[in-house]
């Protein structure tokens, strides 16, 4: 795991990756705490944190006496979390940067589309 | 109490340390003897005349269970939780067992001795001259209290290790000598060690081997049980 | 209820204070850390919560009650030492067949099983075992015993990086099945960072830190960059160290400010160098 940030967002991450692409579909039972713990090396305590966390966050709903399992419209809230995500992680500095290159937006823009069509 | 079993199980796990050393030893001892004079052959010898010494290996072979428990089983049960209270009871219990147990036991090997006339070949390992009692358990006290006695006297030295280590022990064994070498020389001095001898000798046998030693009992017992409240493990 | 509440416990042995004043409670059902540096007073606190030792002064109690020579209290706690000794006569098993007896929730079959995972010769003589071996015999016997309050001190010497995991492993699965209280302590620290829930770092015979673990990962951090922009960035947040060279500053912060400027690098402090920077700074008052 990460060293740097707290394990139980970590766990809620990957769960959320998972049902971002598609491994864990609506309505399917995500893997339990303690088998998440034991996968993962760590503390049952702490899965279970980064499980109830999405559970507040309304991407797992908790079937009593089975376990989670997926919210129907998990994959949206996901999408739409890690889509604000990105802008703030990484277009916020691109362009901070860019400032400091000298670079315009429009500037951007263009090494994007230059780069991107080269892919 | 059942904190007390539970140690006293704990100690009894191994009982052929715990108990039985020193029966293999006075069995062997008889098995020695009787062989040795069996060989020797001429079972018209009087039967005074071949006592021996084979009741020592007894005593001699119990001494290193109390030291054991003090210094290997005690931490180890600390470990298991068992409380220092319930250890000391079944120490307690177990020296007092063992006490009635070597009595009744030696007396009744003391008898059979008897019935067979020295074990077929005259000889005294049980039933030595200064010693016998008629009364069966009178006999068992003779044989028994000593060895109460003993086992207290190392469970105290045990602790003495327990608490202070080799020094302990050290200082122990040189205070020891120190006090004995003042005695004697104060018996010597002022010319009582032949009324000591006397006072000892004029005594009914049960009160040396059975009363005299029930005070050492109480003497190293209290000893004992200081130095194992404080004991560290 | 806490499992474990201690208030200003002071220990003295022989003019030396192993605790000084230390004051914690333990939640039950918990991995609990115990971390510091060797003769912090860790083993004399564990001693004194499993009544092997007697506090001078202050209140502690375990589940409720003074542990004292209180077999209530005794009975629900299993304390394997570092270096834990057992008879050198007993055999393997004999040292299991003794804690059956002693541990009330002793399972063997669950024993047994751990026996073939540390690969240990059933039968053979204590005193013939290897180091790892004999740490081996401590790990399954705390393991084993599911006493309520289960507190392992260093538990592991001799045993290699293997063994250790199996431990951790275990550990974790029989948490997580049974859950109970579980102490700690060790020098490994990363090897358990993600194992444990709570820490509980202990010097000089006091708490110095008592957090939850989760929380402290990612907190602190290591800043560095040109002086001003570091000392800019770091104003106000208690800083655990600092070296300068030529112009260039790194500090260790004890949380992250927020979003650093530009040409300042902030990496975060792994569990381990956070425990040291913090000792260190402890030392230093």
Excluded at chain 2, 114 to 123: L, N, Q, Y
Aim: with cysteine; proline share 4%.
């Amino acid at each position: 795991m990460d060293e740097g940030r707290p394990l139980f967002q970590q766990i809620a991450e990957q769960i959320e990756s998972s049902i971002l692409d598609g491994t864990l579909a609506a309505d399917t039972q995500v893997p339990s705490t303690n088998e998440l713990a034991a996968f993962h090396r760590i503390n049952p305590a702490t899965a279970a944190k980064g499980v109830s966390q999405l559970v507040t966050d309304g991407i797992l709903y908790k079937k009593r006496g089975i376990g989670m399992f997926v919210a129907s419209d998990a994959r949206r809230r996901v999408l739409d979390r890690r889509r604000d995500a990105f802008a703030r992680d990484f277009v916020e500095p691109l362009l901070a940067e860019a400032r400091r290159l000298g670079l315009s937006p429009a500037d951007v823009q263009d090494l994007i589309e230059k780069w991107g069509a080269g892919r | 109490m059942t904190e007390t079993i539970k140690a006293l199980r704990i100690q009894l796990l191994k009982p052929g340390v715990t108990v039985a050393v020193p029966w293999y030893s006075i069995g062997i001892a008889i098995l020695i003897v009787t062989g040795l004079f069996a060989v020797v052959g001429d079972t018209t010898a009087p039967y005074s005349g071949r006592t021996t010494g084979a009741l020592c290996a007894f005593y001699a072979s119990s001494i290193g269970v109390q030291p054991w428990l003090m210094n290997q089983l005690f931490p180890f049960s600390m470990a298991l939780s068992v409380t220092r209270r319930a250890f000391i009871r079944a120490t307690a219990l177990l020296i007092l067992g063992e006490a009635v147990l070597a009595g009744l036991g030696l007396a009744l090997l003391n008898k059979i001795e008897i019935a067979t006339h020295g074990w077929f070949v005259h000889t005294r390992v049980l039933n030595l001259p200064h010693i016998h009692q008629d009364d069966f358990f009178a006999q068992a006290l003779v044989y028994g209290v000593p060895t109460m006695a003993l086992t207290t006297a190392t469970a105290f030295v045990g602790a003495v290790f327990r608490v202070f280590g080799q020094f302990g022990l050290w200082a122990l064994g040189v205070g020891i000598a120190f006090v004995s070498a003042v005695v004697v020389a104060i018996l010597m001095l002022t010319h009582s060690m032949g009324h000591v001898g006397h006072f000892f000798a004029s005594q009914p046998m049960l009160a040396d081997f059975a009363l005299y030693p029930l005070a050492l009992v109480a003497l190293f017992g209290t000893g004992w049980l200081v130095l194992m409240s404080r004991a560290r493990v | 209820m806490s499992a474990v509440v201690v208030e200003d416990l002071t220990m003295r042995y022989r003019g030396h204070t192993a605790l000084n004043g230390l004051s914690l409670a333990l939640e039950p059902d918990t991995v609990h850390g115990m971390l510091g540096r060797n003769g912090a007073g860790k083993t004399t606190l564990m001693r004194i919560l499993t009544g092997q030792e007697f506090e001078t002064s202050g209140r502690v109690e375990v589940f409720g009650q003074p542990p004292r020579e209180n077999p209530a209290v005794l009975n629900r706690v299993c304390f394997i030492r570092e270096a834990q000794r057992y008879p050198s006569n007993y055999k393997v098993r004999e040292a299991f067949a003794a804690a059956a007896i002693a541990c009330r929730n002793w399972d063997q079959a669950y024993a047994d099983r751990l026996v073939k995972d540390f690969e240990l010769p059933r039968d053979r003589q204590i005193k013939k075992l290897s180091r790892g071996q004999l740490s081996a015999v401590g790990i399954i016997i705390g393991l084993a015993a599911r006493a309520p309050l289960t507190l392992f001190d260093e538990p592991y010497l001799g045993l290699d990086a293997v063994a250790r995991q199996i431990f951790y492993d275990r550990l974790l699965e029989d948490f997580a099945e049974r859950p109970r209280t579980i102490v700690l302590s060790t020098h490994l620290i990363d090897e358990v960072a993600d194992l444990v829930e709570h820490v509980v770092l202990i010097d000089h015979g006091k708490v110095l830190m008592d957090q939850d673990a989760d929380q402290l990962r990612g907190r602190a951090v290591s800043v560095s960059g040109p002086a001003e922009a570091v000392a800019a960035y770091a104003d106000g947040v208690p800083v655990l160290h600092r070296s300068e060279l030529g112009g260039r500053l790194r500090v260790a912060l004890a949380e992250r400010p927020g979003r650093p400027a530009r040409d300042v690098s902030v990496d975060s402090l792994t569990l381990q160098e956070l425990i040291v920077l913090t000792t260190n700074q402890g030392d230093r008052k």
